[in-house]
């Protein structure tokens, strides 16, 4: 049997060990510095932040407020403002990293790719043709174009002007 290796994986195991148990979503919705936290937008019912361990420059998660791990528990309210987010996402996605497509899903249960199974969330993945390669088939290694903080200020501007909005 072969072996596919991908050590990037050990520091997102590792904080979410950190978090001494606690969940790293209701951790990122306590007070702080946004930025340093990637948190892009807060709403009423849910929120937009950044991923830490990205599949792609730009890879957002939208998660709802209230820590909840089946998409069947959540509110009327918070399913419509995780969908305009997702859908307000997309928009600025296209628009500040002229991203040519997106791709949106959400990770039920950790056999379908959860990392994060008690609190669900929705990716959001900007996609450009050509933006896969053979990096991480021979090196384990991902291409970033850009530092997570560059990438959160060319983002921030155009979801400032939607927290405005609500």
Not at 96 to 111: D, F, T
Not at 133 to 142: E, T, V, W
Not at 147 to 164: H, M, N, S, V
Request: with cysteine.
């Amino acid at each position: 049997m072969d072996n596919l290796w991908a050590p990037w994986r050990m520091q997102f195991i590792e904080d979410l060990r950190d978090s001494a148990g606690g969940c790293v979503f209701c951790e990122i919705l306590q007070e702080g510095d946004d930025r340093q936290r990637l948190v892009l937008c807060r709403l009423e019912h849910a929120f937009v932040v950044m991923n830490k361990y990205p599949y792609n420059n730009g890879h957002l998660l939208i998660v709802p407020n209230r820590h909840q791990g089946r998409l069947a528990d959540l509110t009327e309210e918070e399913n419509k403002q995780i969908m305009f987010l997702n859908a307000q996402s997309v928009e600025i996605l296209m628009d500040a990293l002229k991203a040519e497509g997106i791709n949106c899903g959400i990770n039920v249960g950790r056999v379908a790719g959860a990392g994060i199974i008690d609190h669900v969330h929705l990716h959001v993945v900007p996609r450009w043709n050509g933006d896969t390669n053979f990096l991480p088939i021979f090196s384990d290694a991902r291409s970033m174009p850009e530092y997570l903080t560059e990438t959160y200020d060319r983002l921030a501007e155009g979801f400032k002007k939607l927290e405005a909005t609500q």
